[in-house]
T-cell receptor
Framework: DQQVKQNSPSLSVQEGRISILNCDYT??????FLWYKKYPAEGPTFLIS?????DKNEDGRFTVFLNKSAKHLSLHIVPSQPGDSAVYFC????????????FGSGTRLLVRP | DVKVTQSSRYLVKRTGEKVFLECVQD?????MFWYRQDPGLGLRLIYF???????EKGDIPEGYSVSREKKERFSLILESASTNQTSMYLC??????????FGDGTRLSIL
């Protein structure tokens, strides 16, 4: 049973436009959410996180939104750049097991020049 | 910057061999983790350690063991390698309550 789901395996966006990556979760105990970016032949790189006491966190071109009632989070990238082309993973953890992250299966983003 | 170093980028071993994957972090992080990444499955946790000599099983520990004798080093051991353990292996470390930082991975092939 997948507790963290990324239902879109891929997304293609024009350079300069907004990229929206989505993630759903089922465990209501999750209270800390993260996004990672992964290039081929490299490890995942931490991008941005949000705790459940917030509904939005922004860092430069990256914004994460959390909708707890819908158990949904999204990552917005504005404006998208070709260098953003990568696989994006969302991950979640619960305070009582804060060491463990549960990852989604990833979404491959392609930003077209 | 956090540096997590995995000893090998690519490794080819034979079925039945004992395989050691090494990971070192330089940020004095308490927590260290081993994952495997397979297409369509995301990252799955094999084992993690929250202190020296302390370890806990993750979601898929079968066929693996770990060792953490020093704070900066976390080893993953495949006791008797099998072909279904062919995968990308990723090590990560974190402070308590902080995000995990990953190494570049070891692509392991078991023939």
């Amino acid at each position: 049973d997948q507790q963290v789901k990324q239902n879109s395996p891929s997304l293609s966006v024009q350079e300069g436009r907004i990229s929206i990556l989505n993630c759903d979760y089922t465990n209501s105990m999750f209270d800390y959410f993260l996004w990672y970016k992964k290039y081929p032949a490299e490890g995942p790189t931490f991008l941005i996180s949000i705790s459940s006491i917030k509904d939005k966190n922004e860092d430069g071109r990256f914004t994460v939104f959390l909708n707890k009632s819908a158990k949904h989070l999204s990552l917005h990238i504005v404006p998208s750049q070709p260098g953003d082309s990568a696989v994006y993973f969302c991950a979640a953890s619960a305070m009582d097991s804060s060491y463990k992250l549960i990852f989604g299966s990833g979404t491959r983003l392609l930003v077209r020049p | 910057d956090v540096k997590v170093t995995q000893s090998s980028r690519y490794l080819v071993k034979r079925t039945g061999e004992k395989v050691f994957l090494e990971c070192v972090q330089d940020m004095d992080h308490e927590n260290m983790f081993w994952y495997r990444q397979d297409p369509g499955l995301g990252l799955r946790l094999i084992y993690f350690s929250y202190d020296v000599k302390m370890k806990e099983k993750g979601d898929i520990p079968e066929g693996y063991s770990v060792s953490r004798e020093k704070k900066e080093r976390f080893s993953l051991i495949l006791e008797s390698a099998s072909t279904n353990q062919t995968s990308m292996y990723l090590c990560a470390s974190s402070q308590i309550g902080g995000p995990q930082h990953f190494g570049d991975g070891t692509r392991l092939s078991i023939l």
